[in-house]
């Protein structure tokens, strides 16, 4: 069973910046780790993932630029860093682990593994 545990959220103004770490029982090299955020009466929408096997990275078109998904093997954590924060950016944000660890992954329902979840608020 793959824990995984998100921190990090808060309430930010709009323009400001977050770190969301994702903090995972296993190795990451074995896992290809995708953030995921769901507003209310929304779908939940990939943001960005990055695969177990070499590090390729993937940001949506909604977040390119602003967001950035890296990880740090040594600690089994990945992190979401998030800038230029807009109240569209609202929305609970998951990280998910995938045992389809050497692709991208954007989907949800390719993921196996989910953390509960932390809150952003963007607002002024």
């Known amino acids: 069973q793959v824990q995984l545990v998100e921190s990090g959220g808060g309430l930010v103004q709009p323009g400001g910046s977050l770190r969301l770490s994702c903090a995972a029982s296993?190795?990451?090299?074995?896992?290809?780790i995708g953030w995921f955020r769901q507003a209310p009466g929304k779908e939940r929408e990939g943001v960005a993932c990055?695969?177990?096997?070499?590090?390729?990275?993937y940001t949506s078109d909604s977040v390119k630029g602003r967001f950035t998904i890296s990880r740090d093997n040594a600690e089994n954590t990945v992190y979401l860093q998030m800038n230029s924060l807009k109240p569209e950016d609202t929305a609970v944000y998951f990280c998910?682990?995938?045992?389809?660890?050497?692709?991208?992954?954007?989907?949800?329902?390719?993921?196996?593994?989910w953390g509960q979840g932390t809150q952003v608020t963007v607002s002024s």
């Open positions: 998910a682990a995938s045992f389809l660890y050497t692709i991208l992954v954007v989907t949800p329902g390719e993921y196996d593994f």
């Open positions: 296993v190795s990451l090299d074995d896992y290809t």
């Open positions: 990055i695969t177990g096997s070499d590090g390729t990275t």
